[in-house]
């Protein structure tokens, strides 16, 4: 059983970083997605970042060039370093894995969520 738990949440100005991390315990195999997910109180929750595979990772359009997923297996944990931070990006940060290693953009293909870490961002 894999469990993850957030932590680098905060409150930024517009333009600020912010830097999530999300321990696991348990193991998580090379061949696990692991991605970030954000979600706003009545919208759909949305992929941020996912990584797989030897690195490959995928962003979404609206945080290419900002946002970096990464991960440190010595110490499982993953990450997202989180730049040029926009007031729409304000929102509850989840880190899940997927034990699958496939579809790895799609939420419903997780199987292992924490309990998330809130992003507030202010013009």
């Known amino acids: 059983q894999v469990q993850l738990v957030e932590s680098g949440g905060g409150s930024v100005q517009a333009g600020g970083s912010l830097r999530l991390s999300c321990q696991a315990s348990?193991?998580?195999?090379?061949?696990?997605?692991m991605g970030w997910f954000r979600q706003v109180p009545g919208k759909e929750r949305e992929g941020v970042a996912a990584?797989?595979?030897?690195?490959?990772?995928s962003y979404a359009d609206s945080v290419k060039g900002r946002f970096t997923i990464s991960q440190d297996g010595a110490k499982n944990t993953l990450y997202l370093q989180m730049n040029s931070l926009k007031p729409e990006d304000t929102a509850m940060y989840y880190c899940?894995?997927?034990?699958?290693?496939?579809?790895?953009?799609?939420?419903?293909?997780?199987?292992?969520w924490g309990p998330g870490t809130q992003v507030t961002v202010s013009s």
């Open positions: 990584i797989w595979g030897f690195g490959s990772t």
């Open positions: 899940a894995a997927n034990k699958y290693g496939t579809n790895c953009w799609d939420a419903d293909w997780y199987n292992y």
């Open positions: 348990g193991y998580t195999y090379s061949r696990y997605c």
